[in-house]
């Protein structure tokens, strides 16, 4: 009997152990939080927003331009596989919408904007502020 039970808790502890496991690599693919321009010159917050994750202006080094904090830049931003999302980006600067995307590998995200179905398309590189 008492083999039994050490038996059961080895399984339990096993089976905690994956579940924790598969939480981390979960996490580590967690664009949620705020994240720095590599220019400096802004930082936005990546949060949920329904079934998929947004982006919004939450600091600025020049308050005198178009950007206002406050102002969502990214849309409807769906995964499309793993560290992957596709959907809007909203540029202040010239006052229109491109289909966007972002790309997270650890505490490096890259966003990008493209128009003409994505034969031009600008990318920003951001670093994990919190």
Known sequence: MRF????ARAALLGFATLALAGTGSALAQDV?????????ASRVRFAKCG???CGT???LKDTNGPAKVGQRIFYDMKPTG???????AFNPEDG????????LS???LTTSGCVLGG???RSVKWTRAN
Do not use: P
């Open 51 to 53: 079934e998929a994750m």
């Open 82 to 88: 793993a560290g992957k999302w596709s959907g809007s």
């Open 4 to 7: 039994h039970k050490t038996s």
């Open 96 to 103: 229109k919408t491109y289909s966007g995307t972002m790309s």
């Open 119 to 121: 034969i031009i398309c």
């Open 57 to 59: 202006l939450a600091w």
């Open 106 to 108: 650890g505490d490096a």
């Open 32 to 40: 949620s939080g705020t994240w720095l321009r590599d220019s400096g």
